[in-house]
């Protein structure tokens, strides 16, 4: 399908010719959506917190809305990637997009495209921008596809901009190694703005970034620094301390560091948002997203987590030991044939007793048989390896070999953990 549907065509019509209009490998640049930005006049009147890093992105984005909210604001999120539907990525108060709105929002951006050709990121994030415009929210937060600096979301100057993480993924866009990476995510950063760093031990290149644009830089350890102490932890800032925070609702150690980093930031914009203590405490208490170490109810235990890289693997691992050891771990694994998966895998092999690994489809897709390689490259001769086509028949399978004590963790891709997760909401039985 060549010519782009009508405004009143169906939502999956319009993804579908998204979808066609996508050849070759990502195309990063800012030139051509910065043109279409322009031609379609968004000019954000609200704030605008960005947020880019390996991991944590998607945390602390849903952390900040939540906080936001919490104080009274309406908020945009848009998210990347989606799980189970489109609207995911788009939400004001945490509530998707409907389906009207997002082809709305489509026919708007198709209507001032021109000839430019667009990849399905840049479309979607300038019909995320126009939409959240239209309906008025008081600040939006954004989160990075991919790297930062000639990441869509780039082409609005984030008043507050967030890097999370720093590890190897992306490597063929964003250089082979930390310094290289972190050059690309610091790309978010803007002179005299805040610029808040919440890796532990960034790369140089991205201090060095950061001090050479004349951000303001708040670092995790220098302007800011939290405290775990049981069920609490503090926090200390730009504008002071916090104590007695309840931990964040999102399952995992790592999120108390993605919260400081979040609360960082709304310190930095504290005359523009001002977001009092008990709203930074109701957000933690109440913020969720779906697939981030989300622990599901029954027996066996099922846990959905989309870490797909070596950094978020260790972050898994980490809580996973944090549980307490019952039975034993069954591992549901499938990932895209351009992540080191041999390197994710090596992060779990003291951890997990069995393996199911799972092939998916697609042009990035990679069959079961080159996991089952990728595993034994990473040594995991011990724990016996079984392939599957796709990852519901991988599911079914360590379903169909748990006791009710062992533990079933889906991980990977976000199209494995998406698969599963709709199998199991349709009430599939495994």
Request: aromatic residues 6%; negative net charge.
């Amino acid at each position: 399908m060549n010519r782009a549907p009508s405004s009143s065509a169906r939502l999956a019509d319009w993804l579908a010719w998204l979808e066609s209009q996508q050849r070759g490998s990502i195309q990063l640049g800012l030139d051509r959506v910065r043109r279409v930005a322009d031609a379609m006049g968004l000019v954000p009147p609200f704030p605008i917190i960005t947020v880019a890093g390996t991991n944590g992105k998607g945390s602390t984005c849903a952390l900040l809305g939540a906080m936001l909210q919490a104080a009274g604001f309406r908020v945009g999120n848009y998210y990347s990637p989606h799980l189970l539907r489109y609207n995911e990525r788009v939400r004001v108060d945490g509530v998707e997009a409907e389906d009207v709105e997002l082809v709305e929002a489509f026919a708007a951006v198709e209507a001032s495209r021109g000839n430019e050709a667009l990849t399905y990121f840049e479309f979607g994030t300038l019909a995320a921008m126009w939409h959240f415009i239209r309906v008025g929210v008081d600040c939006a937060v954004l989160e990075v596809g991919l790297g930062g600096r000639l990441d869509a979301v780039n082409v609005w100057d984030a008043d507050c901009a967030v890097v999370t993480s720093i590890g190897l993924d992306h490597t063929d866009y964003l250089g082979p190694d930390r310094e290289s990476i972190g050059r690309e995510k610091a790309g978010v950063y803007r002179a005299d703005r805040p610029a808040i760093c919440v890796d532990p031990d960034p790369p140089a290149s991205l201090l060095q970034h950061a001090v050479a644009t004349g951000a303001r830089l708040v670092a995790l350890g220098r302007e800011f620094r939290f405290r775990v102490e049981g069920r609490q932890w503090s926090f200390e800032g730009p504008a002071g301390r916090l104590s007695g925070l309840p931990l964040p609702a999102l399952v995992g150690e790592h999120q108390v560091q993605n919260a400081a980093g979040a609360i960082a930031a709304l310190q930095t914009l504290r005359e523009r948002l001002p977001v009092p203590a008990g709203a930074i405490r109701d957000g933690l208490m109440h913020v969720s997203l779906t697939g981030r170490f989300q622990v599901l109810a029954g027996r066996p235990l099922t846990i959905l987590d989309v870490a797909h890289n070596p950094h978020a693997a260790a972050i898994l691992a980490r809580n996973l030991r944090a549980m307490p050891p019952t039975g034993k771990l069954r591992a549901v694994f499938g990932m895209l044939a351009d992540k080191d998966a041999t390197a994710t895998v090596r992060e779990l092999l003291d951890l997990v007793d069995y393996w199911y690994v799972a092939g998916i489809a697609g042009p990035r897709g990679r069959d079961g048989e080159s996991l089952a390689d990728a595993l034994r490259r990473a040594g995991a001769a011990a724990a016996p390896v079984r392939v599957a086509d796709h990852p519901v028949a991988a599911w079914h399978a360590a379903c169909a070999d748990a006791s009710e004590d062992d533990r079933i963790v889906v991980f990977g891709s976000f199209l494995t953990v998406a698969e599963v997760l709709a199998a199991i909401r349709s009430g599939e039985a495994p």
